[in-house]
């Protein structure tokens, strides 16, 4: 068989392979320069792009960027609090949204605290969790940030709370709780910043963002939970990460699929590249049955250059939601190859429901 004939063929046979199947085909792009871990399985999103650009938010509240999308709906709207770059540093941001795909800017949400405050130089990223008949509000605050007017928020970060009547605020800040802080010594000791809370037989679990120089300039992250039964008072970090640091992920946004009782973990992967240095290459998803453990090797890519319809630099913290039959995942990044993070988006894509996990 001529060359020709034989690209033909295999063409003609991968298209006759189940979706599992077809997942198996898949591989990850050749291996990170420093050997650290990579998916080699696919979940393939179906991408739409950006629906939520950056610069034209009140008050110049996202003039830089609009970055960390986390969703949550409520009486038939969507809230999405995201972090907005803008003249007097990073805050968490307000937009709505009936579609996932149209949205209205509201603003500021949170502002920067005072000088000696943990929150004086970014109040952003926040996860927000519904209990005892108020929203819980968890963000980032951090007393470092680059040089203006980028202003991009620096470490090490902690978790703080605020607290409102609804998703849209006022947010009244409570300084006197902090859920938990750094700890020297541990996998934590850089970055503890917060990750989305789930509920579990009266428990709270958080899956926070951790991280820990492992050498000078190697920065390891990972992701830890934090456990509280009480949503005002102070959470007990678990002593190891759920993963080890060379799977180089942060940030998290949880999924049950009931038909199959497995949750499903997305999270930004962290690649390097021999010229350009580490950047948030991928967004990944992990699978359990059992929160409390995981395997490194249940994993997929579900979002990277290859599958992304603008984005084809860095791409950014995945937040998800049910709508109907699909899963919507937000994540940030700028069209074309940016791998900075400055003049992000938000964007929008799609798995179908119920989720499976690929064939090994």
């Known amino acids: ?35 650290r871990s990579q998916a080699v399985l696919r979940m393939e999103a179906r ?13 110049s509240c996202d003039t830089y960027g609009a970055r960390e999308a986390v969703v949550i709906e409520y009486e038939g709207v969507y809230y999405l609090h995201y972090d907005g770059a803008g003249k007097e540093g990073w805050l968490s941001c307000l937009a709505t949204s009936r579609d996932l795909r149209h949205w209205t800017k509201h603003g500021l949400q949170l502002t920067l605290g005072q000088e000696n405050q943990p929150d004086s130089k970014s109040a952003s990223s926040p996860w927000l969790f519904y209990a005892d008949g108020k929203w819980h509000m968890f963000y980032v605050g951090t007393q470092f940030c680059t040089p203006a007017p980028d202003r991009i928020p620096a470490t090490p970060y902690v978790t703080l709370k605020a607290e409102a009547n609804h998703p849209a605020g006022p947010w009244r800040k409570r300084y006197d709780i902090v ?16 990750g989305d809370v789930v509920e579990q037989e009266g428990e709270y679990l958080m899956f926070f963002g951790a991280a820990a120089y492992t050498a000078p300039n190697q920065l390891g992250r990972t992701v830890g939970i934090a456990r509280t039964r009480d949503l005002e008072g102070k959470w007990q970090v678990d002593p190891q990460p759920i ?19 497995t949750w499903f973990l997305f ?44 984005v084809k630099g860095a791409i950014g913290m995945p937040s998800v939601i049910r709508v109907g039959d699909s ?27 119920p989720l499976t996990p690929p064939v090994k």
């Open 327 to 353: 899963l919507a995942i937000l994540y940030d990044g700028a069209p074309g190859e940016n791998y900075g993070h400055m003049g992000r988006g938000i964007n929008l894509a799609w798995l179908s429901l």
């Open 179 to 194: 859920p938990f802080v750094n700890e020297p010594g541990t996998y934590y000791s850089d970055t503890a910043s917060p």
């Open 1 to 35: 068989m001529n060359s020709k004939g034989w690209i033909i063929g295999m063409l003609l046979s991968a298209a006759s392979l189940s979706a599992q199947e077809e997942a198996k085909l898949y591989r990850a792009p050749e291996r990170y320069v420093d050997g």
């Open 47 to 59: 991408d739409e792009g950006l629906v939520l650009p950056c610069g034209t938010g009140p008050d």
């Open 243 to 261: 993963f080890p640091a060379t799977e180089q992920c942060e940030n998290t946004s949880l999924y049950y699929e009931p038909s199959n009782k």
């Open 267 to 310: 999270t930004n992967h962290i690649g390097i590249h021999p010229d350009r240095g580490e950047y948030t290459d991928a967004i990944w998803v992990y699978w359990t049955q059992d929160l409390n453990h995981w395997n490194t090797e249940d994993k997929a890519i579900v979002i990277d250059c290859q599958n992304t319809r603008q």
